[in-house]
């Protein structure tokens, strides 16, 4: 059912979408009116137009369609399809790249594209602990579950073990100890001395490791900092291209506070 809340999410998801491009069209039509016959220009103006269009498709979705899992997998369709295009934009005008201030814009781009990597591993490491406590209650389900056989001690053993296992993996972390040597065990993997990390600062899931304090609220806001509109002056002086850079920015942005919002919406 539709909430209020997914309401307020949608109408700011819009709201934020018509400042970010608006804010773009004007920018790269101000370059343009003043060389119409720079190629360079009319790429800029048609990638603005598309990402308009297709961030506009996504802003009038319906609350029941709003942050579903379509809407979602357009969005990540979306991000691919800019993502291309502003590579392809970059690799047309290489020698506009390494120059300033296009060279700090670019640099500041990628460093929140790493930071946002983050982000994308702490949603891979909360699908896959769901997948690990799905796994605990199918075994439950399989011992149980059947009305065509007759239950034995050996199945209750069996499902007061997947649900022991369950109790402990969704614990946190420095209340249980490592999750993951937990869900390895009740596999039949054990864990070596050397494999398992019991260090009580950080939680480890594969090669992500962050502080316990680390918050996807948190890196989505330095993600950000300092994430405002090119001057005129700095749009002149590259030719157009530090739009692009802002607008896939923002684009960026955009990706990475959908699942914040899920999450706050679940919550």
Known sequence: MPSTENQGFSLSFSSFGRSIFGVGQEQVHSVEASNESDSCNLELGSFQKRVTDRFQDLSVASDEQFLSIDWIQKLLGAFICCQEEFRAILLNNKEQVTKPPLDRMISEFFERSVKALDICNASRDGIEKIRTWQKHLEIVFCALGSSKRALTEGHFRRARKALMDLALAMLDEKESGSVFSQRNRSFGRHNSGKDHHSSSGHSRS???????????????????????????????????????????NCILLIVLWTPCCSHSLSG
Do not use: C, D, F
């Open 206 to 248: 594969h090669s992500w490791s962050v502080s316990r304090s680390w918050s996807a609220a948190k890196q989505l806001q330095s993600i950000a900092n300092n994430l405002v509109p090119p001057r005129a002056t700095e749009v002149a002086a590259t030719s157009g291209l530090a739009t692009p850079v802002y607008t896939m």
